[in-house]
């Protein structure tokens, strides 16, 4: 069964630092890898989606990596925001989607 | 992007009742969909995946007799917690998929509480 793991469980920055989401998972043989964004009480927001065969997608202040083969993914936030402020899920999908922990996200004005 | 419905998104039901969550995929066909469940300050659990036409497949230790899922037709799942008790309170969001490499879409979720 395929493991996720997100590291950090939590982060607090100050406005306008760089800052980097990790996560991992056990099983290499993907079909792609998504990040999302929750808020608190609300349901899921789609940042990225990266495919197996991609490397990187970039969406505006956002950039995620994949490293397939070692079972890693990275989210870049360039110019860290309050309102970035949220905890982010990655979700790998294989025949099943499966979820990290996530990381909740503090910015601080 | 596609859109999936999930309905309703919040309901209060009595604990021995039963409650049932719909999932609609409103501009695409859901061979696949997923069912989930998150309990505060956790995690999405995935609970059960169904193709359609199929029966679902549960996880480990979540019980096909109290969760029940129909997956009749490419647009619609449903999702029924018979006989609900507070513990089964939670947070239920649905998504699906095309084909299997392609993207997943989320409903909204629901939230359930059963006083």
């Known amino acids: 069964k395929q493991e996720v793991t997100q590291i950090p469980a939590a982060l607090s920055v100050p406005e306008g630092e760089n800052l980097v989401l990790n996560c991992s998972f056990t099983?290499?043989?993907?079909?792609?890898l998504q990040w999302f964004r929750q808020d608190p009480g609300k349901g899921l927001t789609s940042l990225l989606l990266i495919q197996s065969s991609q490397r990187e997608q970039t969406s505006g202040r956002l950039n995620a990596s994949l490293d397939k083969s070692s079972g890693r993914s990275t989210l870049y936030i360039a110019a860290s925001q309050p309102g970035d402020s949220a905890t982010y899920l990655c979700?790998?999908?294989?025949?099943?989607?499966?979820f990290g922990a996530g990381t909740r996200l503090t910015v601080k004005p | 992007g596609a859109v999936v419905s999930q309905h309703p998104s919040r309901v209060i039901c009595k604990s021995g009742t039963s409650v049932k969550i719909e999932c609609r995929s409103l501009?695409?066909?859901?061979?696949?969909m997923f069912w989930y469940r998150q309990f505060p300050k956790q995690s999405l659990m995935l609970m059960a995946t169904?193709?359609?036409?199929?029966?679902?497949?549960?996880e480990q230790g979540v019980e096909k007799d109290k969760f029940l899922i129909n997956h009749a037709s490419l647009t619609l799942s449903t999702l029924t917690v018979t006989s609900a008790h507070p513990e089964d309170s939670s947070f239920y969001i649905c998504?699906?998929?095309?084909?299997?490499?392609?993207?997943?879409?989320f409903g909204q979720g629901t939230r359930l509480t059963v006083v």
């Open positions: 979700a790998v999908r294989v025949s099943d989607m499966r």
């Open positions: 998504s699906s998929s095309d084909t299997a490499d392609t993207e997943a879409f």
């Open positions: 169904s193709n359609e036409g199929s029966k679902a497949t549960y």
């Open positions: 099983d290499s043989a993907i079909y792609n």
């Open positions: 501009d695409f066909q859901a061979t696949t």
